[in-house]
Every structure is written in structure tokens, then in C-alpha cells.
T-cell receptor
């Protein structure tokens, strides 16, 4: 079955440490997204990529980095510059162009906490 | 004005009640609209897509009002299992999905 796989489900970060969240999809989707969700809040866009080897900053990109070397993969690195990383991170993908194809598919999320 | 606005609630209703949520959007060029359901610490799941005036699926009805730039979600005969956060998502012309902050629904016995 096609879908999006996020790992790990839970991740702990020490002070000054970079950590990487994995996101893989086998839906042949062109676009992939990373969102951050804080308790009681909506989803905020960190980065997105609409094509391989290209990505754009979202609303809250500071302290994060991404790469899109393969269509299937869009890993997110939370760097030590992100001073408040504790949150629930969601990866999503879609084919954005074409009515009826643009609905988002989500991974199951990664809860990141600071030790 | 935020791009997509929702009343965060919570909406606290008894089982069997009918409840409606609204979602307003600012970009008049928006083409498609979605309602997602999210349970605590889980990924959002697609509830309904709205492309024209509206859509109905069982107890759920979504309607689009382009003139006033809002979409609504109506839930009839509420069940305890409907308790969740309902996210409104709007796809503007830039193709970057934009989320509302969600509306919390609590259905009690």
C-alpha cells in the first residue's frame, strides 16, 4: 500500500545537538511539506518542496534545514539554532496541480522533545 | 487578516446534536477546500473535499460560499467518536495548502 512513513515516532534532543527527522513517500507525489504543531495550535509550515532538488522556506524556517535529493525523500534537520524545538512534526505530500489530486497525505508524525 | 480563520472553540455538545463550524479565507483565488479531522497527537485525516458549492457524506455536509469566502462543516446526530479537532485547509492559487488553527469539538453523553 502506498503512503508516507515518518520516523522516528519519538525523538529526544540534547542541547546543542542537530537531529534529523525522516520522511519517505511511495505515492509518486511531486510536492512534500514539513509542518510543526504546538499544543492547541494549528499546523505551521516549515519548508516545502515542489520538485526534486528544490525547496522553499515556509513561515517558520529559522533553525531548520531540509534536502530533496530524491522524489521519495524529504528529511528535516532540526539544528541547534532552533531554541524551542519541542513540538509535533508532520510530513505531508500531494500533487498540487490538478483539481482533485491536491489533497494532502500525512505521515503519522514525530514528537520531538528536548532533554 | 489571517489567510484562513477558524473559531478554536471548544464546541461542547450532547450526543445527537447538530453542530456547525465555519472557516473564512482571505484569498479569493482559492480553488479547493478541505476539512480534515485530527485526534490528539495523530496525523490529520481527510474528512471531506469541497470543490463546488458543497459536498455531503452521511452525517457530514460541507458547503462553500465563494461570495462571502467561507466554508462550513455541519455534523448531524453527533457521536462521542466525533470528538476531535477539525481543520480547515484552503488551496490558493500558489498551490501551498494553508491551514486554519482548527476547531475543537467535544461530544458528551
Amino acid at each position: 500500500d502506498g503512503g508516507i512513513t515518518q520516523s522516528p515516532k519519538y525523538l529526544f534532543r540534547k542541547e546543542g545537538q542537530n537531529v534529523t527527522l525522516s520522511c519517505e513517500q511511495n505515492l509518486n507525489h511531486d510536492a512534500m511539506y514539513w509542518y510543526r504543531q504546538d499544543p492547541g495550535q494549528g499546523l505551521r509550515l516549515i519548508y516545502y518542496s515542489q520538485i526534486v532538488n528544490d525547496f522553499q522556506k515556509g513561515d517558520i524556517a529559522e533553525g531548520y534545514s531540509v534536502s530533496r535529493e530524491k522524489k521519495e525523500s524529504f528529511p528535516l534537520t532540526v539544528t541547534s539554532a532552533q531554541k524551542n524545538p519541542t513540538a509535533f512534526y508532520l510530513c505531508a505530500s500531494n500533487n498540487p496541480q490538478g483539481l482533485g489530486k491536491e489533497k494532502l497525505f500525512f505521515g503519522s508524525g514525530t514528537q520531538l522533545s528536548v532533554l | 487578516r489571517k489567510e484562513v480563520e477558524q473559531d478554536p472553540g471548544p464546541f461542547n455538545v450532547p450526543e445527537g446534536a447538530t453542530v456547525a463550524f465555519n472557516c473564512t479565507y482571505s484569498n479569493s483565488a482559492s480553488q479547493s477546500f478541505f476539512w480534515y479531522r485530527q485526534d490528539c497527537r495523530k496525523e490529520p485525516k481527510l474528512l471531506m473535499s469541497v470543490y463546488s458549492s458543497g459536498n455531503e457524506d452521511g452525517r457530514f455536509t460541507a458547503q462553500l460560499n465563494r461570495a462571502s469566502q467561507y466554508i462550513s462543516l455541519l455534523i448531524r446526530d453527533s457521536k462521542l467518536s466525533d470528538s476531535a479537532t477539525y481543520l480547515c485547509v484552503v488551496n490558493p492559487g500558489s498551490y501551498i495548502p494553508t491551514f486554519g488553527r482548527g476547531t475543537s469539538l467535544i461530544v458528551h453523553p
